[in-house]
């Protein structure tokens, strides 16, 4: 669930992310096969080109292209990728299959674009490795605690097979930022208010900081946690004043915000105050779906959170997600039949990262067609990012990032949270 105001526990640290971490600095590509599976590994020719240069060239051949845009099915179709970008997408045409280049044979598969995280906490190497090798090649951050996500964001750039193509959050805009206040200098005067993020001043303080640091988009709340037994979810923190408040600040410095959010009124609110995208929004009504639809704003529902409560070892937690799915699920159907674009977030953090195929399942079984339930981790979510033309489509000029799933998505959405293979920026992950 959402960002704890405490940095992840020791544990999270492992030997293997360490390791990762410092192979990556060192500029070496060592961490690739300490995390991979071994069901995932390149050809000795794709390994080669591995070494070569973190953009790669690849000819994926004999899989059935989905191009969610259109919904259109090609089958033995090629993907030709060079320097990490996609040159050509398409069916097969004699003569026009470039020779020399690493090849990844996908007959018998189904070839569509690396899948988006719109809503995920990445704040190790691991976790963000984890999350390119179960199909997220891009995503936006839900805020860190210490501003890992800004660098994990820089990572991908340079090692792109070792982390999806970030929007990083930076630091959680909220009542109280616990060690957060230690993520800057200019924070940690915070610390000494009493009750905490509140006042104006305070707020725009914690949205400045985030801008300066290189953060892409706000996160804040408007709602308690539902992931902490002790926590009311439908207790509001920020009014609507407040709120109107972090959205100035960040629209000031041209960044979008996203709000978690559970109770109705706090839905609105934030709605009303200008947020770009409400996160969990369980308990969303119809007069904020229509407000929603009318200003464009997005639905980042998070099912795979909800559904994970359900299964909690505390018991108020399990009973919270055994009563809010269904609640949310019903909310996700209503907002799509209204109008307002969804977009598939998994918010896994704390070491677990769940497959963003498993949202995508979750979105369809809320009620979508199965390539609506693409869409929302694909186009619509690239729509989000402000990523239309990079992500979300393979098309020439579009970036080198694929998934080959073993069957067809559109009659099995669950082949999704499966991947055969991975490639991100051209590179076999
Ligand atoms: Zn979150």
Partial sequence: MCLEP??????????????????????????????????????????QAHQAAPYGDLLIEGGTLLDPVTGEVTEDAVVVIRSGKVDRAGPRRSGAVPAGLPRLDAGGQWVLPGLVDAHIHLATVGEAREAVIKGATSARSGSTTFYQDIAVRELARRLPVQAPRLRAAGVFV?????DSVLADPDLAPLAALKDGVRSAEALRRVVDVNVARGADVIKTRVNERAGLPDQDPLSQVYSYEQLAEVVTAARRGGKGVLCHSY????????????????????????????????????FTPTLAAIAGLAESSDPVLAERGRTYLPVLKDAVRAAHEVGVPLVAGTDSSGGEVTPIGHEVELMHAAGLSPLDA??????????????SGTVGRLAPGCAGDVLVVGADPLSDVSALSRPVRVVRAGRIC
């Fill in 6 to 47: 405490a940095p992840p526990p020791p544990s999270r640290l492992t030997r293997r992310g360490v390791l990762a971490g410092a192979a990556a600095l060192a500029g070496t590509t060592a961490a690739l096969s300490t995390a991979g599976p071994a069901a995932a590994r390149p050809t000795d020719q794709a390994h």
């Fill in 174 to 178: 909220t009542p109280d930022m616990g």
């Fill in 263 to 298: 109770s109705e009124q706090g839905c609105h609110d934030a709605v009303r105050a200008g947020i770009r995208s409400l996160e969990h929004g369980v308990f969303v009504g119809e007069r904020t779906l229509h407000e929603m639809q009318s200003r464009g704003t997005y």
């Fill in 374 to 387: 693409i869409r929302t981790a694909t186009t619509n979510a690239a729509r989000l990012l402000g990523l």
